[in-house]
Each structure stands twice: as structure tokens, then as C-alpha cells.
Nanobody
């Protein structure tokens, strides 16, 4: 019903930058919140940043001041600009959307497949 497709992951040196993008597609009625989570090997999935439909953003403590989330409601996209990357940022990054499909009456949480970000020291 709702599909999320991420792009932009890769390998970068510490101190460098990467930009992740995510596009939501399918039979979408509305999208409330879009955002990014990440999961490092052997660890739980944690919040990176989320943004509401009216542009209010919330960041995880470890990325605040280095990462910036943005959203284009007309295109159903959310981007994550990651600057001053650290080795500890290495993880699989997952796009997330709290969205209502056209066939549903209530919103549900959807996830992308994930994109690998590796930061070398």
C-alpha cells in the first residue's frame, strides 16, 4: 500500500558528508510523520530524526547539530543531510513514514529496506 525507497548511502571518511533520500509511493492518502532511524550491528534501531507534515523536526541526541532533516510534502520525500560524520554513525539507515493508505482508515507505520552508511576512521 505504501512503499518507501531509500537512496544515498555509501562509504565516506570521518568528517565527511552524505545525503540520504527517501520517496514514499503507492496508494497514499496522507503522511503524518517521515523520518530516519538507524541500526548498527548488534544494537537496537534508534531514532535519527523525524519531521512532521508541518515541518517540525526532532533529532536524536547523537546527531543534533550535525544532521538536518527536510521534507517535500508535494513529492512525498524526506532527505537527511549528514555532516561531520563519525565512525559511530556507521549503521543501516531506515526510512520511516506514519502514513494512511487510501484503503485504510487509520495510519500505520511503514519502513524502507534500509541503506548502508559506513564511515571509516
Amino acid at each position: 500500500q505504501v512503499q518507501l525507497l531509500e537512496s544515498g548511502g555509501g562509504l565516506v571518511q570521518a568528517g565527511g558528508s552524505l545525503r540520504l533520500s527517501c520517496t514514499a509511493s503507492g496508494s497514499i492518502s496522507s503522511i503524518n510523520i517521515m523520518g530516519w532511524y538507524r541500526q548498527a550491528p548488534g544494537k537496537q534501531r534508534n531514532l535519527v530524526a523525524v519531521i512532521s507534515s508541518d515541518g517540525v523536526a526532532h533529532y536524536g541526541d547523537s546527531v543534533r547539530g550535525r544532521f538536518t532533516i527536510s521534507r517535500d510534502n508535494a513529492k512525498n520525500t524526506v532527505d537527511l543531510q549528514m555532516n561531520t560524520l563519525e565512525v559511530e554513525d556507521t549503521a543501516v539507515y531506515y526510512c520511516s513514514a506514519l502514513a494512511t493508505a487510501q484503503t485504510m482508515k487509520v495510519p500505520a507505520n511503514y519502513w524502507g529496506q534500509g541503506t548502508q552508511v559506513t564511515v571509516s576512521g
